[in-house]
């Protein structure tokens, strides 16, 4: 089985702070994302990564950063964390050979509350 | 610019009923692939079923079947006999590239 694991499934931050979040995936996937969870907007991509070193913005990139120097391992980087970050983190992984319609596989969930 | 719509924010069903939830997308693509994700609560996002733009027969997966209409770009997802395992957040989900572009969410609620 696919198995995505995030660092933390609960965090409590203050305005300001530098934050990470960590996600690993274990299937040697070559795509992974970055997604932001809020109710009634559904899934917003932050980042994503095709492969190692390479990493591409998605539609809400502002205030965030990555970082992909493994393979199996894509971290997410709040710079100076803010109230309006304040939100579920979602990461997913998918490869790319075989079908062209392979489905991402999701993390439990990062929940980030920024005091 | 592709967007994805599920008109309902909330459905509810009697158990061992069928629902259908509704999703709808705007592309001016072809060929294009199209998801339903199920989030149950405090639970991962799972992969429900599938359906690739090109083929004209309707996915299904046990239970889970799509209404695919192409010309409409209508997705809906029909879940029959409900179980109370079902109870989840429900997302539509569009494939272009290497990204989903998703809709807000359908939160099925079952009764017993």
């Known amino acids: 089985d696919v198995k995505v694991t995030q660092s933390s499934r609960y965090l409590v931050k203050r305005t300001g702070e530098k934050v990470f979040l960590e996600c690993v995936q274990d299937m040697d996937h070559e795509n992974m994302f970055w997604y932001r969870q809020d109710p009634g907007l559904g899934l917003r991509l932050i980042y994503f990564?095709?492969?190692?070193?390479?990493?591409e913005k998605g539609d809400i990139p502002e205030g965030y950063s990555v970082s992909r120097e493994k393979k199996e391992r894509f971290s997410l980087i709040l710079e100076s964390a803010s109230t309006n970050q304040t939100s579920m983190y979602l990461c997913?992984?998918?490869?790319?050979?075989?079908?062209?319609?392979?489905?991402?596989?999701f993390g439990p969930g990062t929940r980030l509350t920024v005091l | 610019a592709q967007t994805v719509t599920q008109s309902q924010p909330e459905m509810s069903v009697q158990e061992a009923e069928t629902v259908t939830l509704s999703c709808t997308y705007d592309?001016?693509?072809?060929?294009?692939?199209l998801f339903w994700y199920k989030q149950p609560p405090s639970r991962q996002m799972i992969l429900v079923i599938r359906?690739?733009?090109?083929k004209q027969q309707n996915a299904t997966e046990n239970r889970f079947s799509v209404n695919f209409q192409k010309a409409a770009k209508s997705f809906s997802l029909k879940i029959s006999d409900s179980q109370l395992g079902d109870a989840a957040m429900y997302f539509c989900a569009y494939r272009i590239n290497y990204q989903l572009i998703w809709g807000a969410g359908t939160k099925l609620i079952i009764k017993p």
């Open positions: 990564s095709y492969d190692v070193k390479m990493k």
């Open positions: 997913a992984s998918r490869e790319t050979s075989g079908t062209s319609y392979n489905e991402q596989f």
């Open positions: 359906q690739e733009a090109y």
């Open positions: 592309t001016s693509e072809s060929d294009y692939y």
